[in-house]
């Protein structure tokens, strides 16, 4: 399995956001996951819906969008798992 981070982000209190990440081999099983920075306890402070573009036959273009569920401004990483 190959993981990383591919982005980091901000959002501003209660902001949604939009990321592309764009080139990925049509062939990979890939996971997205969102990890706050910034610290919250209490409550969860994000969540995410992933949307899939075909660029070509070969590569797909991921839509991240990332929604800051805290009162407060958040940091983010955007990681990845390539499953196979």
Same mark, same amino acid.
């Given at each position: 399995?190959?993981?990383?981070?591919?982005? @980091?982000?901000?959002?501003?209190?209660?902001?949604?956001?939009? #990321?592309?990440?764009?080139?990925? $081999?049509?062939? #990979? /099983?890939?996971?997205?996951?969102?990890?706050?920075? @910034?610290? *919250?306890?209490?409550? $969860?402070?994000?969540? #995410? /819906?992933?949307? &899939?573009?075909?660029? /070509? $036959?070969?590569? &797909?273009?991921?839509?991240? @969008?990332? @929604?800051?569920?805290?009162?407060? $401004?958040?940091?983010?990483?955007?990681?990845? *798992? &390539?499953?196979?």
């Amino acid at each position: 399995m190959r993981v990383g981070v591919q982005f @980091t982000g901000s959002l501003a209190a209660n902001q949604s956001g939009r #990321w592309f990440t764009f080139n990925w $081999p049509e062939g #990979w /099983d890939v996971i997205w996951s969102m990890m706050p920075i @910034t610290a *919250a306890l209490g409550a $969860p402070e994000l969540q #995410w /819906d992933v949307a &899939v573009e075909r660029g /070509d $036959p070969q590569h &797909v273009t991921y839509w991240l @969008t990332v @929604t800051n569920l805290t009162g407060q $401004p958040i940091n983010f990483e955007g990681r990845y *798992a &390539v499953l196979n």
